[in-house]
């Protein structure tokens, strides 16, 4: 079993939508049973919400259900528990490379170095400016991307 995080600030716009594509390429890959995800964000101001209406409306019209995922913050626990944990922009990696003991540093990584065509390893953040379409096609490029990147290594 591999375990997955997915890390944003706010748990309701990038995180879950990299939650919710990347667990349906697993679904479409036979992986369930392999593959555990997890979203969580950096931030604790949206704890216990649905995420934004607009990321569910945007990956609805995709077919990604994101209707029953809610907000959580990362916690100790997550570096212990999870191999990969890929965050959406510099900021997250910051952070969480101050709260990561040392030894589990090595698991931080950006989810868009799987998706190295875009050169780009920030997703730019949507809550302001609307920007949900452009997260969502840079994160079904990375899902993809780490999926191989997964199924290379079995
Ligand atoms: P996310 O977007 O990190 O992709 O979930 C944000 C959501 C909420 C806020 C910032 C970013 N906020 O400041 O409340």
Redesign the pocket.
Known sequence: MIKILFV?????????MADAVFEQHVTNANLDFDIKIDSA?T?S??LGEKP?SRAILMAAKRGYDLSKLRARQVCAQDFIEFDYILV?DESNYEDLKSLSPVKYQSKLNYFMSFAPHFKQLNIP???LDDRFEQVLNMVEAASQGLLDHLCNKA
Request: glycine share 16%.
């Open positions: 944003c600030l706010g748990n309701i716009c990038r995180s879950p964000g931030g101001w949206h934004d959406m953040d949507p809550y």
